[in-house]
């Protein structure tokens, strides 16, 4: 089971804290963390983060705000991010993005739920699950029914879009 499967959609700053009561009453905590993530001008959407807990290079195969893609991950010491940098700026990368990211991730109904607050991006709800290829669409189709009994709207995937393109033209300003 490789390939991620995901739902998404902005929420104000009053539905993330509902959220998190929500979630926190009605699911399992899997933990807070504070990310740092780096993303790569990589003809794949190839990133390093370092959290709280580890350090990890990821590869997310597909193209950005898919509903499915294939995911590779190797983790590392929390230690190793800058070793990871080093690595990619001497094979010839930039990074291309910096996300400085609050994240409450719970695990709700065999469903891990994250709840983003990104600095000079905004909130964020995401609902994940890992499925095979074959399966895919009928896990899509679960998540969206879970979507729907919370009363939220998947964002379209457009909105996403701009305000990534919003966000990579202007990070190093909104994040000051």
Do not use: C
Request: without cysteine; charged residues 35%.
């Amino acid at each position: 089971m490789n390939i991620e499967v995901e739902i998404r959609s902005f929420i104000s700053k009053e539905q993330y804290e509902n959220l998190i009561n929500y979630f926190t009453k009605n699911a399992e905590l899997i933990n807070k963390d504070y990310q740092e993530t780096f993303y790569f001008d990589s003809d794949e959407d190839l990133r390093i983060q370092k959290n709280d807990f580890f350090s990890k290079i990821w590869l997310k195969k597909g193209k950005l705000h898919d509903d499915h893609r294939e995911e590779i991950e190797i983790k590392s010491k929390k230690e190793d991010f800058e070793v990871f940098e080093k690595l990619f700026l001497s094979l010839g990368y930039n990074v291309d993005i910096k996300w400085f990211r609050n994240r409450h991730t719970f695990k709700w109904e065999d469903i891990l739920v994250m709840l983003d607050y990104t600095k000079g991006y905004g909130y964020i709800i995401e609902f994940e699950k890992m499925s095979t290829e074959e399966n895919k669409e009928t896990t899509l189709n679960l998540l969206k029914e879970k979507f729907q009994t919370l009363n939220l709207p998947i964002s379209p995937k457009e909105d996403f879009n701009k305000k990534y393109i919003h966000y990579k033209e202007n990070w190093k300003t909104l994040t000051l």
